[in-house]
């Protein structure tokens, strides 16, 4: 053990009680509210005043609580962010950006990570006892689940979902428009018949990403279609693949994934199971934009998702409703950027 | 809005204010620790007594504040974990998995996301003015910080990195014997010319890998060892390897990756940049065990994290030194577990 932690030690044992804010004041020869004023974030002090209650803080240890200070402010400082398995592992950097966008701000990230984006059940009593001063998330909440928090007052986020009927906040991407875009290019260029590998079943994205391309593909008179379900993982995108060459008894011209790793199973599954050349023989499409789309095997047709501006602007909406509960709820929505990968014969882009 | 929130809004309207839990015992006709008890994890009550306390509190919205009872019992029932961006990035299911330990034992993740592994700044502050019980980390602290930590008395898990001079807990994999793994069989397969890609350079974990790899390779006697550095990315592993092959000359016999989406990076260039069949011409070996790794495109030989088994350890060892201060420190070391992929020109497994 080192110097600093033996001295502490002896501190500990001559049982010297920890020091208040109220012991630095009077080191340091200033009022109670000094120093207060220094450690609150934000408050002004000169730097004189910093540098003197500063010293005195150090040299008795004293920290200040930020549990009784929300308390007495009525803000824990804290924020709850609710994410699923599924949304971490293909974007990992959703949650580490909003963590860094809030700790900027001088705001604690508590965490709810859940099996499955269904599992709220206990979530809200969970955050409402730790008195979040927002709600940022990433799965969907029921109607009472909504009411339990707008009674309670605190502001929440939707972040790529939202509720229809419901004057809620959110921050999304269009996942219709890009699952649009993706069709238009495949039935411009000469595709006619298409697979849907569709995500698991209490995915909302998934199911948005399904509708958008459904939707297109009737529009644009395209009837020969083939649906099968994965769970956004590689070895049910293979799967998914052997799936939709039986149902449709042979492969058909294209097929259209929920997510770009199913996207990356299927066009393995092709080459491997089936022997078919990707692009030449079939075209196959993602959705997300994530880094394995662009190893140079793959190569995938996919939409980006903007995530850095999308944690960006969910962060400062759940701040701006944290600091004024007044403003009306808002909805963003964030177009995806295409990306023309090999995995797929388009025509030239300024066809 | 739905009809819970319209009279919870009228509630808010009329000034009611928010009900103690005195208010709930007097509804219920019990006294006031009874309904503590009712609220508290763990703690004994009736289930008669529940029910009618949980009545009295449904009928009241009342709830119980953990912020308030945290300064009572000394216990926030808020742990820190401390994670680097890039972590989470190879890793997202530590993150999830860690908090979903920590939930089922009524225990709230107060979550800390690294830019780097060496921002660690004032972090330490944070926690500490959170009153955390306790902190799991993925980055590793200064001796300072550490000192402060060890002032505070509260215990610290470090994950998948150690201190050695200090006397703290940590569960980790172990690192060089996978790399010494690694270069056995690559050695044994006749290997005798090799390129290192080692990871960040305030990587904890690329620093124990690349030492192990280098001092296997001097064990068994192999001295053309040329080294790179890249960021753990996939394009700076084809950068890597681009710059292996120049200042070796050409490529060697075989390439050690940092991790596998560098040993990924690697495979896509020697393939498209030099024209390399791999694992005909040259071998290539990562570290991880990931999702990409397993594409049929890549297949990569490398050594997987028992990550669950590490993160379900790293709760309970953390747990255990809050409920029990003065257990004594422990280090917990996990092989990591072979695979034997395509990537690499290997012996028979029972050679």
Redesign the interface.
Known sequence: ??K??KS??SN?KTGRKRATSYDVAELAGVSQSAVSRVFQDGASASTAMRDRVMAAAAKL?Y??????R??ITQR?D?VA?V?S?LT??YY??V??QL??RF?ERGV??????L?RESDTGNVI??M????VDGILTAAIFT??Q???I????IPVVFYNRTLKD??VSSVRCDQQEGERWLVDELVNAGHKSFGIVEGPADSVVSIERKVGALDELAEMGIDDVTTVSGDY??ETGRQCFAELVEKHGSPPDAVIAAND?MA?GCI?EA??AFGLQVPDDISIVGFDGV??A?????DVTTVRQPVERMTESAAAMLLERIENPDLSPEKRSFSGIPIRGGSARLLPEDA
Chains 1, 2 share one sequence.
């Open positions: 053990m080192n600093a932690a502490n030690d500990a240890g920290r200040p609580n930020a549990i009784a929300g308390l824990s804290m962010v994410i398995k971490n592992l990992p950097e949650l580490v963590t860094q700790s604690r990230v508590l965490l709810f990570a099996e009593e969970q409402l006892q730790y008195r109607p009472a909504l009411s339990t707008i009674n309670a007052h419901q004057l993982g590689y790793v990356i393995d080459r491997e880094g394995p662009r190893y140079a095997a793959y």
